[in-house]
């Protein structure tokens, strides 16, 4: 079954006005899209849409990452439709998003495989041969590294 966003409006008598409330399992991420202040303010006529106002405007943003080690990565985003700023919009302009989702798709194959094989799960529950595979792994990885 599809999960479906719901936004509540709420009337506020005193003000006239209709509030969206946010469903409280929902992130919402408001930022400015720019990081370029306008000299001064312009009304811009004309935008008929969505594709115009991001023609016009070219949105983008600096972010910065933290790797594993506490280091940053800092990286221009760029926004030129809607769908940039869903979770594989970001992502494509990200190497360093990519390279997490890299890792996320094979920790997840690695997940999959204890689940599944059961000679690699008794393996690896004996200290002993989990010491063996180890081994057999980390001299894999050193003759990989001396080929190079």
Do not use: C, W
């Not at 890792?103 to 200290?127: C, G, P, T, W």
């Amino acid at each position: 079954m599809a999960k479906k966003t719901v936004i509540t409006e709420v009337q506020d008598v005193e003000v006239g006005e209709a509030i969206l409330e946010f469903p409280q399992n929902r992130s919402l991420m408001i930022e400015k899209l720019t990081d370029d202040d306008p000299t001064r303010p312009e009304i811009v006529k004309g935008l008929k849409t969505m594709d115009d106002v991001f023609e016009h405007f070219k949105p983008k943003k600096e972010v910065e990452f933290q790797d594993m080690e506490g280091v940053p990565k800092k990286e221009m985003l760029n926004f030129s439709s809607v769908g940039d700023f869903g979770i594989k919009g970001i992502t494509a302009q990200s190497s360093f998003l990519q390279g997490l989702e890299t890792q996320n798709d094979e920790y997840q194959k690695i997940i999959k495989q204890l689940k599944s094989n059961k000679q690699l799960r008794n393996a690896i529950s004996d200290v002993e041969t989990k010491q063996a595979l180890l081994g057999a792994i980390h001299a894999l990885l050193k003759e990989l590294e001396d080929a190079k």
